[in-house]
């Protein structure tokens, strides 16, 4: 069972209350109701100094959340699959499924918002969200750590739009949105974004006083035109859809940009059983994966006196030098009734931006026989982001 409480907060100028957190805009008389799910009852919870604070709830489960619907759901199990980690599911309306390759992993599908929420109350060890959303439910919390920040989909930016035309229409700055005379504390800039959180602090750090904002979740591209709001903070991709409703985005408007991640709790990491070895190993094959992404191993014979010979000829064209150079192997066959070894295979790793020129390339100093074939995963001895991670955590 899930507690909703309802908070109201009246925001004065900083030089009226100096006493209030620096998390919360300093703006003129913006008043905020908010609707808050706090965490689940079954997770300890303890006050400090106004600060609640969880622990870990007692269970054996690891417990990784997925999101449960939508393009951002479908994209991550398109991941996980690639990755050799198949979720199982045996009922389509179930939240609790399972990835058999990771044996004690619960996955539960949530909302984005909840996933983070419950990151931060203990019910969940691990998840897959948007930047944006942990940046947003979030708000700042240490306990959640980025794991990998890139997983390759969900591209888009947080970003502030306005209208292209009446005052608007030679505004192409934050800095001159800021310096417009019309807002006033009676006349304030009005903002629409389902960003309570970011869309205030990014207002406040760039120096914009006059400003209030109203809380919508769909549709924000309307309100300027339907002149309840004077801009919009919202998420864009392609920006199609801000272009159909004449309205742009400025210079310095991007507040974030972001994609899907894998996140963590750092006490569960710390103190729950299992899970550092499971963000491990999901670590490993995410980046092995996305490594090879795009990449193409590309196998030539080229004739030589030696391996170090044709080595050089290789390395002389930058394109062809690979991950970290060339494989280079005798190819051996009978010549006079003597085994010899006139050619020698060579082995590269190829973008596929540059996989035809490369080709051109072996062809130009003596490379046949080419034979090409994608890649599926590059293993690093190590990858970088866990010794971050462990250096985060203080291992």
């Excluded at 710390?270 to 899970?275: D, F, I, S, T, Y």
């Excluded at 992404?293 to 030589?304: D, K, L, S």
């Excluded at 010979?309 to 390395?315: F, P, R, T, W, Y």
Aim: hydrophobic share 40%; glycine share 8%.
């Amino acid at each position: 069972m899930s507690v909703v409480q309802t908070i109201f907060l009246q925001f004065f100028p900083a030089s009226i209350s100096p006493s209030l957190p620096s998390s919360i805009p300093a703006s003129n008389n913006i008043s905020v109701k908010f609707a808050i799910p706090c965490c689940s009852l079954a997770s300890p919870v303890t006050v400090v100094n106004g600060n609640v604070e969880t622990m870990p709830t007692e269970r054996n489960e690891v417990r990784l959340g997925l999101p449960s619907k939508g393009r951002m759901a479908t994209d991550t199990l398109d991941l996980l699959k690639d990755c050799q980690l198949s979720v199982k599911q045996v009922n389509p309306r179930q939240y609790v499924a399972e990835i058999p390759q990771i044996s004690n992993l619960e996955v539960w599908f949530q909302r984005p918002k909840d996933i983070v929420r419950k990151l931060v109350s203990g019910d969940l060890d691990l998840g897959i969200v948007g930047l944006d959303t942990v940046s947003e439910y979030g708000q700042g919390n240490e306990d959640i750590i980025l794991v990998h920040e890139a997983l390759d989909f969900g591209d888009c930016r947080l970003s502030l739009a306005i209208p292209k035309y009446g005052i608007f229409e030679n505004v192409n700055s934050l800095q001159e949105l800021a310096q417009m005379p019309q807002w006033t504390p009676e006349r304030p800039l009005r903002v629409v974004t389902g960003f309570t959180y970011l869309a205030p602090k990014f207002m406040k750090d760039n120096g914009l006083k006059h400003v209030t904002f109203s809380s919508a979740d769909g549709a924000l591209e309307a309100a300027p035109a339907m002149g309840i709001a004077d801009a919009i903070v919202d998420l864009v991709s392609s920006g199609t859809t801000l272009k159909e409703n004449n309205l742009k985005e400025i210079e310095g408007g991007v507040i974030l940009e972001s994609q899907a991640a894998l996140v963590a709790s750092r006490k569960s990491l710390n103190l729950r059983k299992g899970v550092l070895d499971i963000t491990h190993e999901m670590l490993e094959r995410m980046e092995a994966h996305l490594r090879a992404v795009g990449q193409f191993t590309v196998t030539a014979n080229m004739r030589g006196s030696s391996a170090e010979e044709v080595a050089e000829l290789i390395l002389s064209q930058t394109s062809l030098s690979g991950l970290q150079g060339p494989t280079v192997s005798p190819v051996f066959g009978k010549r006079d009734g003597m085994v010899t070894a006139d050619y020698y295979a060579i082995v590269i790793c190829v973008p596929k931006k540059a996989l035809y020129k490369s080709v051109q390339q072996l062809r130009a100093i003596g490379g046949s026989g080419v034979l090409i074939s994608p890649l599926t995963y590059i293993f690093d001895e190590e990858t970088p982001r866990w010794r971050q991670l462990l250096s985060n955590l203080g291992l």
